[in-house]
């Protein structure tokens, strides 16, 4: 694992931006040359798509060097993450590149659609899915509503009209959901991520991945969710199923998210008492493994860490895992504050200086204590490339 010390934060940062120019400088002079006996897809996969990377790492270091300098994070842990976490990514596309591993495939759409009349869709609480095959999620219609969306801080909250019904993901995207698109797509995911270790610290593991989120100890079950992606990863996925559906999948705006969590019929007021029936979190089984029991639920929900989607009682509006098992992605750039944010439910993107680099992920997860189970909580990790076995998704559909 790389690592370093406070004192040496800027440092670090200073000459990692020096590295991506001269590395820069190697792609642009190798695109010029015509005798490498590459094929026309890794000339083009290195100009483009690792320049591309290189210029991403540069930007995100020189926005780390900052946090750095004002010391807004903690550098010991936080930048050795960063630097695991591109260190991964770029072995993962020497790998592609290498061995000419690119997706020449031309998706087509499956001839398992199944055909919903706009009637069936305009109904609040429709229930569908939009073809036979395995990697298409069962959906939910949510009706449009207006509710009070919280701010990190009170004089934050605000009000937001979700203009138009929406259908959403009755469960998290699972594993057995993402290996169908990562077997026909030849998409190659990092490895690492961040996991836990005892007494619930934070670290970057190069031992897990999509397919072994809890390393090599525990095989998981294909009805997990999906976890060890990054915000890209996610998107990928959702281009894939658009295509294969003729639909509009993405991923959830943030006040979507938080209005499908809170739920007309829900009360939140009585979580901390119904939390595990309710959802996987950071119960008595799980302070045993990691410690920590001071702060852990008062209650078992049978599992200490990652369970299979739809293991608990759903919310008010049918949703289940909402605020436990997995934290989710949202579609929104990251803000420092709700200041101007949309009140209709729109995503929110670069505007009012948003970071589009850093994904927000929202809701709590088998790791969440009770203080850190919010619905209005936000989170991000200051990385394009961060990924963790807390973290997975579900998605929206356009209707």
Known sequence: MLGFNDAECSLKFETLIKETDTLNEIINNFSKLNNTGDTANQITYSTVLIKGKVSSLREEATFA???????????????????????????????????????????????????????????????FKDCHDSYCPEMVVIPSGTFMMDGIESFQKHRVNIEKSFAIGLFEVTLKQFREF???????????????????????????NYNSPNGNDMVPHE????????????????????????????????????????????????????????????????SKIYGNNVNSFNCSDGSSTISSVGSYFPNGFGLYDMMGNVKEWVDDCYHENFYNAPNNGSSWGSENNGLCSYGVFKGGCWASKPNDIKVSMRHTIFSSQAKSNTIGFRLVREI
């Open 182 to 208: 990562v077997k026909e797509a030849s998409h190659v995911v990092p490895n690492g991520g961040i996991t836990l270790q005892k007494n619930l610290n934070l670290f970057f593991s190069n031992d897990i």
């Open 65 to 127: 060097l900052g946090l750095c300098n004002s010391k807004k994070v903690e550098s010991k842990y936080y930048f050795s993450d960063f630097l695991n976490g591109w260190y991964s990514t770029f072995n993962t596309l020497l790998h592609v590149y290498k061995n000419d591993i690119f997706n020449k495939k031309k998706y087509t759409v499956t001839n398992n659609l199944i055909e919903h009349s706009q009637k069936e869709l305009n109904g609040a609480f429709y229930h």
């Open 223 to 286: 009805n997990e969710p999906v976890t060890c992606l990054r915000k890209e990863d996610t998107r990928l996925f959702l281009r894939w199923l658009s295509n294969k559906t003729n639909q509009t999948y993405r991923l959830p705006t943030e006040s979507e998210w938080e209005y499908a969590a809170r739920s007309n019929l829900f009360q939140f007021s009585n979580y901390i008492e119904k939390a595990c029936k309710f959802d996987n979190v950071f119960d008595k089984s799980s």
